[in-house]
């Protein structure tokens, strides 16, 4: 295990996050949280964070002429100077062996004024570099932005980095100079989380297959050295549903996290190191 700080995790505050069908994840961006499910069609829901989390009444809808476009979102890549990324991640059979994994590029501005898709698609790119889903979240890497995702089983999974500007324009992630280079990691991902401050890449995990909370810290440079999953700490948390979404809330001591029950299903964290 890594020697770096060794955060752990406790949940501070429970409360019921609603109509977001079942959540699939968090962002924390310019002030505001945002938490996305795949209710009768893909849904974002914008919330400010003091002791609880409260909704302003903004909500937005991953669909293009009413259609449902982005069903199952998994991950929103935000950085707020490259294009943003969002994931949709479809399990085709019930084994989970079989999968449907697309990146989309959206003009995050226009959706923010719009709060549908239309006019605001960039592209879309299908994940089949991947190995079971895509959860695309921006890390820094050699000092340049990337596309990091992970894959969500039991064994053979990666974490991936891919290059932004080639991703843009990608129909295909397994086109040439898109992947940048890739990293083992361990099973059950759900979501990534990146830690500027220090260097770190957080697995969004269930201890078991969609059940049990788990955040995996990782050193992100080691990993990518190494090829395999550099774990600085292991936080379990006691809670026994199926952990989606976790971001920290613009600094290091303060989370949030959410699963995909209907109620109880987003905790503030407070983060020690």
Same mark, same amino acid.
């Not at 062996?97 to 592209?123: E, Y």
């Not at 549903?241 to 976790?246: A, S, V, Y």
């Given at each position: 295990?890594?020697?770096?700080?060794?955060?752990?995790?406790?949940?501070?505050?429970?409360? /019921?996050? @609603?109509?977001?069908?079942? +959540?699939?994840?968090?962002?924390?961006?310019?002030?505001?949280?945002? +938490?996305?499910?795949?209710?009768?069609?893909?849904?974002?829901?914008?919330?400010?964070?003091? @002791?609880?989390?409260?909704?302003?009444?903004?909500?937005?809808?991953?669909?293009?002429?009413?259609?449902?476009?982005?069903?199952?979102?998994?991950?929103?890549?935000?950085?707020?100077?490259?294009?943003?990324?969002?994931?949709? *991640?479809?399990?085709?059979?019930?084994?989970? *062996? &079989?999968?449907?994994?697309?990146?989309?590029?959206?003009?995050?501005? !226009?959706?923010?004024?719009?709060?549908?898709?239309?006019?605001?698609?960039?592209?879309?790119?299908?994940?089949?570099?991947?190995?079971?889903?895509?959860?695309?979240?921006?890390?820094?890497? %050699?000092?340049? $932005?990337?596309?990091?995702?992970? @894959?969500?089983?039991? &064994? !053979?999974?990666?974490?991936?980095?891919?290059?932004?500007?080639?991703?843009?324009?990608?129909?295909?992630?397994?086109? %040439?100079?898109?992947?940048? !280079?890739?990293?083992?990691?361990?099973? $059950?991902?759900?979501?990534?989380? $990146?830690?500027?401050?220090?260097?770190?890449?957080?697995?969004?995990?269930? &201890?078991?297959?969609?059940?049990?909370?788990?955040?995996?810290?990782?050193?992100?440079?080691?990993?990518?050295?190494?090829?395999?999953?550099?774990?600085?700490?292991?936080?379990?948390?006691?809670?026994? @549903?199926?952990?989606?979404?976790?971001?920290?809330?613009?600094? /290091?001591?303060?989370?949030?996290?959410?699963?995909?029950?209907? %109620?109880?299903?987003? +905790?503030?964290?407070?983060?020690?190191?």
């Amino acid at each position: 295990m890594n020697t770096q700080a060794q955060p752990r995790s406790a949940v501070r505050h429970l409360q /019921t996050l @609603d109509s977001l069908g079942a +959540a699939q994840g968090v962002a924390y961006i310019q002030g505001q949280l945002f +938490a996305y499910g795949d209710r009768e069609v893909g849904v974002m829901r914008a919330y400010t964070v003091t @002791d609880t989390l409260k909704y302003l009444h903004r909500e937005y809808q991953f669909t293009v002429d009413g259609k449902n476009l982005i069903n199952h979102p998994t991950g929103i890549a935000w950085n707020g100077s490259s294009p943003t990324f969002v994931g949709n *991640t479809v399990r085709l059979n019930k084994e989970g *062996t &079989q999968w449907k994994a697309v990146i989309h590029a959206v003009d995050w501005d !226009g959706l923010m004024r719009t709060k549908t898709l239309d006019g605001n698609l960039l592209a879309t790119i299908e994940d089949d570099a991947c190995i079971q889903g895509t959860r695309p979240e921006y890390v820094r890497y %050699k000092d340049k $932005w990337m596309v990091a995702t992970a @894959d969500y089983g039991p &064994q !053979g999974n990666e974490v991936r980095l891919y290059d932004p500007e080639k991703l843009l324009t990608a129909k295909k992630t397994s086109e %040439k100079g898109v992947l940048i !280079g890739k990293f083992s990691c361990s099973p $059950w991902v759900q979501n990534l989380h $990146w830690i500027p401050e220090k260097g770190m890449l957080v697995l969004v995990q269930n &201890q078991i297959e969609g059940r049990r909370w788990r955040l995996t810290f990782l050193n992100l440079e080691a990993s990518m050295e190494s090829g395999e999953e550099a774990v600085v700490n292991v936080a379990d948390i006691d809670r026994g @549903d199926e952990l989606e979404g976790f971001t920290l809330l613009g600094d /290091t001591s303060n989370g949030v996290a959410i699963s995909s029950s209907r %109620k109880n299903n987003a +905790a503030l964290l407070d983060i020690q190191w």
